[in-house]
Every structure is written in C-alpha cells, then in structure tokens.
C-alpha cells in the first residue's frame, strides 16, 4: 500500500509564492518520476512540471515555477512564485513507484486547492 500525501496549498496573492510537498510512504522498492499536474474549474487536468530522467515544466509556468526532490525522503516539491490568477487550480502530485516485488505502478495524491486572488 502506497499513499501520496500533498501539503502547503492556500490562498496567496498575485505576485505571491507557494511551496507544494508531496511526500510518499508505504511498500516503496523505488521511485522513477514524480511529477506535478493541476486541474481549474472546467478544464482538463494539465502536466505542470515532471522530475525523472529530465526535468521538464509546463511553458506558461517555466522561470516561475521549480520541482524538486529529496529522494531520501521520498519527497517532491514545487515551488511557485509570481503567481497568477491563472495558475488557481487543484494541484495533485503523481509518482511511479515501484513494489518491493518491483512491480510498477501510478500513484496520484489527493489534490491540494491553490487559489491565487486578491
């Protein structure tokens, strides 16, 4: 059993920052990416920023936004600044994970609410 716990989401103004944890506990063998996605109202859910072999980020949000790991802690973060009205959304993390018996598998977090208004 693995479970994906998000932490560090709220309410922050335009220009704002915001650090996004993502910490992974349970039967880990070994982590290969781990990932960022986010989902507004009536949209569909969007790759932000991935962390494995490369680093990649979603164009609208590359130069403001940064991921991270800290594999020794099965964690990753994201770290936002100069936030927009338009980054608002639900931010969820993904891992792949592999079992002790190294079978792979997608995890995904249950979402934290980012909301970015004055």
């Known amino acids: 059993q693995v479970q994906l716990v998000e932490s560090g989401g709220g309410l922050v103004q335009p220009g704002g920052s915001l650090r996004l944890s993502c910490a992974a506990s349970?039967?880990?063998?070994?982590?290969?990416?781990m990932s960022w996605y986010r989902q507004a109202p009536g949209k569909q859910r969007e790759m932000v920023a991935i962390?494995?072999?490369?680093?990649k980020y979603k164009d609208s949000v590359a130069g403001r936004f940064t991921i991270s790991r800290d594999n020794a802690k099965n964690t990753v973060y994201l770290e936002m600044s100069n936030l927009l009205p338009e980054d608002t959304a639900v931010y969820y993390c993904k891992a792949e994970i592999a079992s002790e018996y190294g079978q792979w598998f997608v995890y995904w977090g249950q979402g934290t609410q980012v909301t970015v208004s004055s």
């Open positions: 962390s494995g072999i490369s680093t």
């Open positions: 349970g039967s880990i063998g070994r982590i290969n990416a």
